[in-house]
């Protein structure tokens, strides 16, 4: 059941942070979140297809973000928003694909 929990969390802090409004403060508490909840996923292989769809989904808004920054102009405040964006959506990536490459390290390990 906490393995339920903690995947909706996850699905529920991903959504959150595409908040473009959001302040830094509450950004930053929300990726802590989002990683207390990928490590309470352990190091069960049944988690990788879930980590690899959101992954592939988050590879997905990134470039999504990078085309719509792409389309604005040059110095003004709407691409500097873009920009800003992007960085966000590029991080929030990262913790996800560190998450599934240290979910897929552990599973290739094997048991400690």
Same mark, same amino acid.
Do not use: F, Q
């Given at each position: 059941?906490? &393995?339920y929990v903690a995947r909706a969390n996850i699905d529920h802090y991903i959504e959150t942070?595409? +908040?473009v409004s959001l302040t830094t403060q509450r950004r930053? #508490? $929300?990726?802590a979140l989002l990683i207390a909840e990928l +490590?309470? !996923?352990g190091e069960d292989g049944e988690h990788l297809e879930f980590a690899e769809t959101k %992954?592939?989904?988050g590879r997905q808004l990134v470039a999504q973000a990078a085309a719509r920054r792409d389309s604005l102009?040059?110095? $003004?405040?709407?691409r500097e928003d873009a920009d800003r964006y992007l960085i966000y959506l590029e991080n929030v990536h #990262? %913790? !996800?694909d560190d998450f599934c490459h240290r979910?897929?390290? &552990?599973?290739r390990s094997g048991p400690a």
């Open positions: 059941m906490h &393995r942070l595409k +908040d930053s #508490t $929300t990726i +490590d309470k !996923l %992954v592939s989904g102009a040059l110095g $003004t405040s709407e #990262t %913790v !996800l979910l897929r390290h &552990r599973i």
